[in-house]
């Protein structure tokens, strides 16, 4: 196969046939309107297996819209040898015939190199055709691409001419394309960016980054089209995604994952360069292309959080305070209460008594009364037919009569004494109560007040107000011109993350980046990164397992973090002791230094739970990671119970020790004590999370 215009090829053709009776196809590529149509056109004889050689000219320039000068020869053996679906062809040996010695052409461009490549025949047109005689019948092609690739692969190299120079652009420039082919499994891509990938494959830049990175198989793992799994995992979860390049197809790729949504307005609304900030129309995934805006708004985030746990201190204490002043004054009114009720008492019982008193004067008096009717009448006859004898009964029923009466009379003064005495006590117990109760409703006011302001603060500590996102995709380099001058731990990816790490450990992070380099990984891991993927390099599986298990490890334990600095910011922590005077189990406030102990354990366990034991340690460790979170809840219990652990069966009888507590001591005394017991990731958050409850409520 000759490919030059017209007059060239047929002098190539007619000088062959001088030395031998070649048969040839010749192809003008003037007749193509650019170099990469000419090349799709190959595509036809890809199955031409009666080709075994391709002779090439270098002196051919297309039109004034893709100028290629005079090295138009030296372009074309670049795609043909980097076109895989050339099929065949690019395996073919290929002759240069230059105008020009190989000396200049390897020095007007590094990736000319591939003339000195193995299966390529530069020859200088002077000793032309000598040199093309020998040089055709010694020709070998290659036997596979594999082989091609193997030989050639250290002759493929980067030019300042290229579209895209570095490995970090070509992999944001390709790698959208092949994630979102990945998930789309043998479907179509969708059509917003298929006519983009077509015209980039199409490029040099683009076949020699395939040539030197990938095979033509796409990588797609079993279970890489089942895009419901990961919908589901992510329904209801919010994404912030921070990545300078995010418009090459990235966040449009990533939102049609987490959604299945990917129409062409959805591509617009992601491709919009007015907003630094953008969001997708459900609010599920929000990207940044800014580090200083993603440095506020997480520089926001801390402060707001600062504030939050502040605020939760303060009125916690208010809280506390108007609670124990409110269950005193209580106390006080209840006791005040009773005292009123005994003196109502009292007052209505001589009340009654006085009136039976009164009422059995009454009848005592009219006794009295007939009993002197009937002396007098007795002693009026006595002086004229009575004897003084017959009127002693009537004078003796008229004395017991009278001093009846009088002791009578002398009750119902003393009742009205005492009545006057009881009405006093009354009043002034009634006045005390009613000053109590109005004391008693203040207070009562201020602690409901003091309720709804902590209640709150409790709401404004929700993660929807302090922290919207379920998760982090954070590209490692959002300053380039900065980043590629730093060591690892200076990126502004990294530090972005150390940011968020320390503002809040349980918001997870998976690195999104370019680099391979083993050591960003290692300092993106260490400093607390849930997952990391290689753009290109990582399967849409690995991205779908990672998002899957980010999310999931953190939706368990993200808001134990919050409890454990809400137990920080508290002013007070209180624990129980056993009094061996009173026999009775009392409260106490713990000093600073135990508090400071629990807050470490607490933090500690965090990070447990968030990560496996290493393979040393489990080789010098009978514990595992939950297994220590178990036996650190033991540890904080014990802080929690002074002098009552020897004596807590006793205690537990008698139900001053609650079933939480019970199951607490329960599973870290199974993981201390029972040979080849491990404690389950669900126990261990289980026994996490009531010890935090207790401590909040201690």
Avoid at 55 to 61: A, M, V, Y
Avoid at 188 to 210: G, I
Wanted: charged letters at 30%; glycine letters at 4%.
């Amino acid at each position: 196969m000759v490919i030059a215009n017209k007059p060239i090829s047929s002098a190539i053709v007619s000088t062959l046939s001088l030395l031998n009776s070649y048969n040839s196809v010749q192809i003008n590529p003037l007749e193509s309107p650019d170099l990469e149509t000419f090349v799709d056109n190959l595509e036809g004889l890809k199955d031409d297996n009666s080709i075994s050689a391709i002779i090439i000219s270098d002196s051919l320039t297309f039109n004034e819209e893709y100028p290629i000068h005079d090295l138009f020869g030296i372009e074309l053996i670049k795609h043909i040898r980097l076109t895989g679906s050339l099929g065949s062809l690019c395996l073919l040996p290929i002759i240069l015939l230059s105008s020009k010695e190989i000396m200049l052409h390897l020095k007007s461009k590094r990736d000319n190199i591939i003339l000195a490549s193995p299966g390529c025949y530069p020859i200088y047109v002077p000793f032309f055709i000598s040199e093309v005689f020998n040089t055709i019948n010694g020709l070998t092609r290659f036997e596979s691409q594999e082989e091609m690739r193997n030989v050639l692969n250290e002759y493929i190299v980067w030019s300042k001419d290229d579209d895209v120079t570095s490995e970090h652009d070509n992999f944001n420039r390709y790698g959208p394309f092949k994630l979102l082919e990945e998930y789309c499994g043998d479907g179509e891509m969708p059509e917003v960016m298929s006519k983009e990938y077509r015209v980039m494959t199409r490029r040099l830049w683009f076949k020699k980054y395939q040539f030197l990175r990938f095979s033509d198989t796409r990588m797609i793992s079993d279970d890489a089209i089942e895009g419901d799994t990961i919908k589901n995992e992510v329904r209801g979860k919010k994404i912030l995604y921070i990545d300078d390049e995010h418009r090459n197809g990235w966040s449009f790729v990533i939102y049609s994952i987490i959604s299945g949504n990917h129409g062409n307005d959805i591509y617009e609304v992601f491709q919009d360069k007015d907003r630094n900030i953008i969001e997708s129309p459900d609010g599920k995934l929000t990207c940044i292309d800014s580090y200083d805006e993603a440095f506020s708004i997480f520089e926001d985030y801390k402060n707001r959080s600062t504030g939050a746990l502040s605020s939760y201190s303060e009125v916690e204490d208010r809280k506390i305070v108007f609670s124990e002043q409110y269950t005193g004054i209580q106390d006080g009114f209840s006791e005040t209460e009773h005292r009123f009720k005994t003196a109502e008492e009292n007052l209505n019982r001589i009340d009654k008594e006085m009136l039976a008193t009164e009422k059995k004067l009454s009848e005592i008096h009219t006794t009295l009364k007939g009993s002197m009717d009937i002396f007098a009448d007795a002693y009026t006859l006595s002086t004229d037919d009575v004897e003084p004898e017959g009127i002693e009964p009537q004078l003796r029923a008229l004395t017991d009569a009278h001093r009846e009466y009088k002791e009578t009379l002398d009750k119902l003064l003393k009742n009205k004494d005492d009545h006057k005495r009881s009405r006093e006590l009354y009043d002034k117990q009634k006045e005390g109560l009613e000053r109590q109760s109005r004391s008693l409703q203040e207070i009562k006011s201020e602690k409901e007040k003091a309720s709804g302001d902590y209640e709150h603060a409790i709401k404004l500590l929700a993660r929807d107000e302090l922290f919207p996102y379920d998760l982090v995709i954070l590209d490692l380099r959002l300053e380039k011109v900065e980043d590629g001058q730093v060591p690892p731990q200076a990126l502004s990816g990294i530090r972005l993350l150390r940011q968020i790490k320390k503002t809040h450990p349980g918001i997870p992070v998976i690195i999104f980046t370019a680099s391979q380099k083993a050591i960003n990984y290692k300092e993106a891991i260490d400093k607390g990164a849930s997952g990391y993927w290689i753009k290109v390099v990582n399967s849409y599986s690995d991205l779908k397992n990672g998002l899957i298990k980010s999310l999931a490890n953190a939706g368990q334990i993200r808001d134990l973090w919050t409890e454990i600095k809400k137990v920080e910011a508290k002013s007070r922590l209180n624990y129980r002791r056993e009094n061996s005077s009173t026999q009775r189990l009392e409260k106490a406030v713990m000093d600073e230094q135990k508090k400071a102990d629990i807050i470490r354990l607490l933090k500690e366990s965090f990070l447990m739970l968030q990560g496996e034991k290493s393979r040393y340690e489990e080789s010098i460790c009978d514990y595992d990671n939950y297994s220590r979170i178990a036996l650190n809840m033991g540890l904080i219990q014990e802080e929690r119970f002074v002098n009552i652990l020897n004596n807590w069966q006793k205690w537990a009888r008698k139900n001053k020790i609650d079933n939480t507590e019970k199951t607490i001591r329960q599973i870290r005394n199974s993981a201390a004590h029972e040979t080849g017991a491990t404690v389950t990731r669900e126990d261990a958050i289980k026994v996490f999370g009531s010890t935090l409850d207790k401590c909040l409520r201690s």
